[in-house]
């Protein structure tokens, strides 16, 4: 059986014995206006129980002159991660995302973006960039489409770690959220829990958030379970709504601090600084300082 890869004239061999995922439980950001825990009653990986401090080598020192370039390595054995990114539209911070990779402040790779609008921006640059495109989900519109359980399989076909939902307005299915536990983000350009679920998406976030008189606003990225913007915060980021705000100025001073965010988190999935608290709450650890978490 295979899934093609849409619009790419690839294909994407489904396997017949995928490798078990890693259930990972790491994320981070460098917001200013985190709060922070000691280090106590934290599910920590194995990776840096070993050690008090994660050290990252100078990835300048690491980078070779051939094709191997990219393929850098932590002193603590952190493997380079696989991600895939799913959008709907013109993919900004997917953009944001791949450029970090490619200049080494995330640890990983974009191995394939998934969309339902073959045609949008965020697929034209996946092409222009190499990237596979697969096209989820499959529609009586769509019928190239994947099925979920053939997306799972796509998707562990090329090894993805991590899922990264920028912009993708369909709901996730059930398939693929047990397939990675703990391994699929969202961002929403609002301070969630306010202005989320069904329907909030895009310009109507900011119009709702003028409209109710706030003063703050900003983005969200939280881990993904089965509805809308309910899943455990992971990271936000505070920015002011002015008083002759439109919605277009709000949304392009969110859309700022959403690139930066999203890159932030991506660092941290990949470098395995997402810990979960005893009590369900995902926090991330501090690259510069170790015992610090926001």
């Not at 439980?25 to 008090?52: C, D, E, G, I, Y």
């Not at 690491?62 to 493997?79: A, H, M, P, Q, T």
């Not at 709907?88 to 974009?110: E, K, M, P, W």
């Amino acid at each position: 059986m295979e899934a093609k890869s849409f619009l790419s004239g690839s294909t994407i061999p489904l396997i017949q014995n995928p490798r078990k995922l890693p259930s990972l439980s790491f994320a981070q950001s460098h917001s200013h206006l985190s709060a922070s825990f000691r280090a106590h009653k934290l599910l920590v990986p194995q990776s840096l129980r070993s050690s008090r401090r994660l050290e990252c080598v100078n990835f300048a020192e690491k980078v070779k002159n051939n094709d191997d370039k990219y393929e850098k390595d932590f002193d603590s054995g952190i493997k380079k991660k696989s991600l895939a990114v799913f959008v709907s539209g013109g993919g900004s911070n997917f953009r944001s995302i791949h450029a970090a990779c490619l200049a080494g402040s995330v640890y990983g790779d974009v191995v394939v973006l998934v969309t339902n609008k073959p045609d949008c921006g965020g697929a034209e640059y996946a092409r222009d960039n190499s990237i596979p495109v697969i096209l989820f989900p499959k529609t009586k519109d769509e019928p190239n489409g994947l099925s979920p359980d053939d997306l799972v399989a796509a998707l562990r076909e090329v090894g993805v770690d991590f899922i990264l939902l920028a912009g993708y307005l369909k709901l996730i299915p059930m398939e693929l959220i047990r397939a990675y536990p703990r391994s699929i983000v969202n961002i929403h350009p609002s301070l969630l829990p306010a202005f989320g679920g069904k329907g909030y998406y895009g310009m109507k976030v900011h119009k709702a958030v003028i409209a109710s008189g706030a003063r703050y606003s900003g983005p969200t990225i939280h881990f993904v379970d089965e509805h809308y913007d309910t899943g455990r915060i992971l990271a936000q980021r505070v920015v002011p709504v002015l008083w002759n705000d439109t919605a277009e100025d709000l949304a392009a001073r969110v859309l700022l601090e959403e690139h930066r965010l999203y890159v932030d988190v991506a660092s941290a999935l990949c470098e395995e600084r997402v810990v979960w608290r005893e009590d369900g709450v995902p926090v991330i650890r501090s690259k510069e300082n170790p015992d610090e978490f926001s």
